[in-house]
């Protein structure tokens, strides 16, 4: 499997970078008590922050605001996922457990202000290539509905797009049956590549102190 970034999607946003995670032979269950409890903590403090503050006062959450509206997305109408869940978080609704690969994303979506995918790599098929959805493309998303992609970031195999910082589809969802997943960090276009590096390790290694099996990972971008 090859990932690769469109030379449009560079055009549109110069600074993208993604952190590309593979893991192999994972176990995915119910959440351990330490990823709940930290997890519960986080949203907890997170929603003192908020209560002074709106999300888009956190610097993560407005850059990737802008890089919406860099490949022509109003950002208030279609808010990437990290905003998506810190705004939650200020109503108060806080996120309950899914399982333990939905909940890590969640943990380090909140603690970095980025946007985080998962998807099951069995349910994918040949390479992969980030890029601007069509006007057509549109897919059945997590959040029930049918979406449409049409200027929007998207990750595309050769069955079509499959995953956005928006919303992901529900045809490649890691459940617990998954084996092999592939984790897509959307970082921040003003991270370094030292602090892309760390981002994307840490996250790598928790996934695999929780799940077991082994994982690489890749730092993919337009520069």
């Not at 108060?92 to 333990?100: E, F, I, P, T």
């Not at 890691?174 to 981002?199: C, H, W």
Request: with cysteine; charged share 25%; proline share 4%.
């Amino acid at each position: 499997m090859e990932i690769m970034v469109s030379s449009e999607l560079c055009r549109m946003v110069p600074g993208f970078t993604a952190g590309f995670i593979r893991y192999r032979d994972i176990e995915v269950g119910p959440s351990p008590q330490m990823l709940k409890g930290r997890l519960q903590l986080f949203q907890e403090s997170l929603y003192f922050d908020l209560e002074s503050k709106s999300p888009t006062e956190f610097e993560g959450i407005e850059e990737w605001r802008q890089v919406f509206k860099q490949t022509g997305k109003d950002p208030n109408r279609y808010r990437h996922s990290a905003e998506a869940l810190y705004r939650r978080i200020k109503k108060q609704n806080y996120l309950q457990s899914v399982h333990s690969a939905i909940d890590v994303n969640n943990f380090f979506s909140l603690e970095y202000e980025v946007p985080i995918g998962i998807y099951d790599t069995d349910k994918l098929n040949g390479d992969i290539e980030i890029k601007v959805g069509a006007e057509q493309e549109e897919y059945n998303g997590l959040n029930g509905r049918l979406n449409s992609l049409h200027n929007l970031i998207v990750s595309s195999d050769s069955s079509g797009p499959f995953g956005s910082p928006f919303v992901d589809s529900e045809r490649t969802a890691v459940t617990t049956d998954t084996k092999n997943a592939l984790q897509i960090v959307y970082l921040r276009p003003s991270f370094g590549g030292e602090e892309n590096m760390k981002l994307t390790e840490s996250l790598m290694k928790m996934f695999l102190q929780i799940h077991g099996g082994e994982g690489h990972y890749t730092i993919i971008g337009c520069e």
